[in-house]
């Protein structure tokens, strides 16, 4: 008996709404924060869009950064079809310097990490911290 490589033909290729991955998108960031905050570092600014039925576009600021993701991609795309019972989905990469990080003042860093963790905002009301 030959055996014939499967061609995911017969996985299931349920709907997903662009919300549903900006809901994997965001939580898998903040899982990301706290085991591995040099990959979130590099990958937390990419935009992840649903272009067409089962496909995303992933639009990423430097080869550096998409390297960082391409090493944990695996465990990002495996958890989403998983969660949305799609196997059939195809990433496109696009660059978008747009994306880049500039020099971020030490009260936007902060501001970004209270959107990761808002319990951080309880502690800078009552240790008043100084940003300048």
């Given at each position: ?58 639009k990423y600021s430097s080869d550096t950064a998409k390297k960082e993701f391409e090493a ?18 195809e990433i496109i990469y696009r660059e978008d310097i747009t994306l880049k990080k500039g ?30």
């Open positions: 008996k030959e055996y014939q490589a499967d061609n995911h033909g017969h996985l299931p290729d349920n709907h997903f709404s662009d919300m549903d991955l900006q809901t994997v998108w965001t939580t898998f960031l903040k899982e990301l924060f706290k085991g591995n905050i040099v990959v979130w570092s590099a990958i937390n600014t990419f935009k992840l869009s649903k272009i067409d039925e089962n496909k995303i576009e992933i944990i991609q695996m465990d990002f795309f495996n958890y989403f079809k998983h969660k949305v019972n799609n196997f059939q989905i020099n971020l003042s030490k009260k936007q860093v902060f501001e970004q990490l209270v959107e990761i963790n808002p319990v951080l905002q309880d502690l800078e009301n009552l240790m008043r911290f100084d940003f300048n």
